[in-house]
């Protein structure tokens, strides 16, 4: 059964400080992750991705680090703004390639 | 403008009503799929269509049904909705084509928040 607990997990970062959001993944044989962002009231929309033969890739103020020993998932958001405020979520492509396996997301709150 | 489009925004049911929920993408992705949203739950998967008549069930197919007639549509169907398919719904259609592991993600609708009462 579900082990989620009903409150999402949230982080509060200072306006212009750097926020890492952390993800535990479950398929080992996984080759491609996608980090999303949920404002309210819209759809998840897409940051940045990795492949799994990849440790870390680079967006704007976005960095995203895959360490596969662990199965973890991380995303730094650099000088943080109240606009990143939002649910991220972090998404594994299944073993066929064709669907994805979301996590259940962390909250982002920016302080002014 | 690229987009998944989903209507209605918003709907307030009865049980037993049947319902559809419509959504359409401009894109020509010939994959789509439909996930609920639930507090604590995150996003789960109900069905997903890989081209014109070709679907699948995802993790939580119970209670839905979906068509896929063309390659832009691909409606959400409650034959008889119940109280615990109050949810958040959202579609989403990707590149994505059979064998190619490309790096393909989703492009989302904007949601539909059914309350079944």
């Known amino acids: 059964g579900e082990s989620v607990g009903l409150h999402l997990p949230t982080l509060s970062v200072q306006e212009g400080d750097n926020s890492i959001i952390n993800c535990a993944y479950s398929?080992?044989?996984?080759?491609?992750f996608i980090w999303y962002k949920q404002e309210s009231g819209k759809g998840p929309q897409f940051i940045i991705d990795i492949r799994s033969n990849m440790d870390k890739r680079q967006g704007q103020r976005v960095t995203v680090l895959l360490n596969k020993t662990v199965k973890h998932l991380s995303l730094q958001i650099a000088a943080t703004q109240p606009g990143d405020s939002a649910v991220y979520f972090c998404?594994?492509?299944?073993?066929?390639?064709?669907?994805?396996?979301f996590g259940p997301g962390t909250r982002l709150s920016v302080l002014p | 403008e690229a987009q998944v489009t989903q209507n209605p925004r918003y709907l307030i049911t009865v049980t037993g009503k049947k319902l559809t929920v419509t959504c359409s993408q401009n894109?020509?992705?010939?994959?789509m799929s439909w996930y609920r949203q639930d507090p604590g739950l995150g996003l789960r998967q109900i069905y997903y269509s890989m081209n014109v008549e070709v679907t699948d069930k995802g993790d939580v197919p119970e209670g839905y049904k979906v068509s896929r007639k063309e390659k832009r549509n691909f409606p959400l169907i409650l034959e008889s909705p119940s109280p615990n398919q109050t949810s958040l719904y959202f579609c989403?259609?990707?590149?994505?084509?059979?064998?190619?592991?490309?790096?393909?993600?989703?492009?989302f609708g904007s949601g539909t928040r059914l309350t079944v009462v």
């Open positions: 998404a594994e492509r299944d073993d066929y390639g064709q669907n994805f396996v």
């Open positions: 894109m020509n992705h010939e994959y």
């Open positions: 398929n080992s044989a996984s080759d491609y």
């Open positions: 989403a259609s990707s590149l994505f084509t059979p064998g190619d592991r490309g790096n393909y993600g989703y492009t």
